[in-house]
Structure formats: C-alpha cells, structure tokens
C-alpha cells in the first residue's frame, strides 16, 4: 500500500521498474490519493492510471481542467457510468475518443457519439456499437 502523497510521487519517478509498477497498480488510502492531486498536479494523470483508485477519486479527476486527466479517467475500464456519460459530453476531442473506445462502454453511450461532430469520435464509437451488436447475435 502507498501511504504518502511523497511515496508515491517518488515510486512514480523511480528509475526502478518495479517502484515504477508499484505507482501504477497499489491501493493507497483516499486521502493519500487526495494529497498527490491537491500538491502534486503534475502526478493527477498518474492517479487516474493507477489500477486500483477508488470511484470517489475518478469523480475528481473527470472534472479536472486538464484535457490529459480527464482522457486517462475516460480510458478506464471501472469508470462509472455517469462518468462515462459526462466524458462522452466532453468539449475536448480526445476525451471523447477514449470513452469511443472504452470497452465498457454501453451501447446508449457509443450512440450518443456515433453522431459525434468529430469523424473520429463518431466513427470509433459506431464501430464499437457494430461490433457490440454482432457479439449478441
């Protein structure tokens, strides 16, 4: 477990690779996770790519006003629904793209983008609604 905001900023930039595996894929308390955002905001794209951060953390970091953070929230494969819904609303592209291409993502999301203004963003997620409906049949 990561117990400091410091220990896992340091295992984040450890030129040690298993340091570096421990600051993608150990739990850390909620106020420890609360602390690498509130004084590291470099760090906040690396929280959200951590393997076990908790629902209430992603809520933070959906809103975040940094378009890479919130991509790296859209692209997890945990995000709760009414996370992925307010990514695929997202005024930035690629945050769009990633919840076009989360494989969670539900059928009435991949819709809501399948007529996305971005060609990207609408083809991924028809795509992926093609795709969903050929995995029923």
């Not at 690396?46 to 629902?55: E, F, H």
């Not at 975040?64 to 790296?72: G, I, L, M, T």
């Not at 609303?89 to 983008?113: Q, S, T």
Request: some cysteine; overall charge negative.
């Amino acid at each position: 477990m990561i117990a400091t905001a410091e220990e896992f900023v340091a295992l984040r930039e450890s030129s040690i690779q298993e340091e570096y595996l421990r600051a993608a894929r150990d739990n850390a308390p909620i106020a420890v996770w609360r602390d690498v955002i509130a004084r590291f905001p470099n760090m906040r794209t690396w929280v959200a790519l951590n393997k076990t951060v908790p629902p209430e953390i992603l809520e933070v970091l959906a809103t975040d006003v940094d378009p890479d953070v919130r991509r790296a929230v859209a692209m997890k494969n945990s995000l709760p629904l009414h996370l992925m819904v307010l990514l695929s609303r997202d005024p930035v592209e690629c945050v769009r793209l990633r919840i076009a291409c989360n494989k969670k993502a539900p059928a009435d999301v991949l819709r809501y983008l399948g007529a996305d203004p971005s060609v990207d963003v609408s083809s991924a997620a028809l795509e992926r609604l093609h795709g969903k409906a050929g995995d029923s049949e």
